[in-house]
């Protein structure tokens, strides 16, 4: 062996001592760090670290976030492991308000709440309190109010079906509709069971039917801009809206009794 390659060798040497020696300290590295994770997913997992620190409730707006935290149970040190999402979903889903219920787990240690509630789509009166009536029919009877503000009041309702049925026309009116409308009053005539008398917030008195209440009351905005805001009377909506001046039917009675 010539006696350049002997001093090239003896060279390398340390080169290669240097590599073993710092691939030896990243195992070493490498098995520390291992210890230490392994070591805080036992402590997670064995610790109140893993119980559930806060719940975030989105979507809500009639029902209070406590009660939905308070109902799921959440906070009653429950690991994020151990979650029924199943069983929350269904115990937050027996009030009638709501109507979808989604948990979701974010680490890592809270959970979100996103709820989904039927639109209010008035107040039943009764006993001078107002009760919200659901898009589904169903009235709360324990959440009344003397000041509903975001609904038509609903008088004379002497049926449930009657209620549902209305309900189910007033969720296919749009929102800036149902809120011009003050008071629905089931008025029943013989010729008609289902009549209605609708008391506007512009003034206007509209007389129509439920069957099909969200279809003949649709036109109205439009009816309404042609005629005089100054001059009161009937709004006839059925089959072809017409207006019907009241100082008309006054001047009928005066013309028979003459």
């Known amino acids: 062996m010539s006696k350049k390659n ?15 020696k710092q691939r030896a300290n990243r ?14 997913i036992v402590a997670y997992f064995q610790t109140s670290y893993s119980h559930v620190k806060s719940v975030n409730v989105v979507g809500n707006e009639n029902v209070s976030e406590e009660w939905i935290i308070q ?15 199943q069983s929350v979903e269904e115990t937050i889903l027996e009030r009638p ?4 219920v989604e948990l979701n787990r974010e ?26 009536l659901l898009e589904t029919g169903q009235v709360l009877n324990n959440d009344g109010t003397q000041n509903p503000i ?28 149902r809120l011009r409308i003050s008071e629905i009053l089931l008025s029943p005539t013989e010729q008609d069971p289902l009549r209605l008398i609708i008391y506007m917030n ?3 008195e509209v007389h129509s039917t439920i069957r099909r209440f969200a279809e003949r009351i649709s036109p109205y905005p439009s009816v309404v801009e042609q005629l005089d805001p100054n001059v009161e009377g009937i709004v006839h909506m ?16 005066v013309e028979s009794e003459g």
């Open 6 to 20: 002997v001093i090239e060798i003896e060279e390398r040497i340390p080169t290669l001592k240097d590599r073993r």
């Open 27 to 40: 195992r070493v590295i490498f098995y520390i760090s291992l210890f230490f994770l392994l070591m805080t």
């Open 71 to 85: 109902q799921s149970r959440l906070l009653e040190e429950v690991s994020m492991w151990r979650i029924n999402a």
């Open 97 to 100: 308000e709501i109507a979808k």
């Open 107 to 132: 680490w890592p240690n809270s959970i979100a709440i996103a709820v989904e509630e039927y639109n209010r789509v008035g107040y039943v009166a009764y006993d001078g309190l107002y009760y919200p």
């Open 150 to 177: 975001d609904g038509p009041i609903l008088t004379g309702m002497n049926s449930e079906e009657h209620t549902m049925e209305l309900a189910e026309e007033l969720v296919n009116i749009s929102q800036s509709l």
């Open 202 to 204: 512009d003034g206007f």
């Open 238 to 253: 059925r089959v072809n809206p017409y207006f019907e001046r009241f100082d008309m039917e006054e001047e009928e009675e």
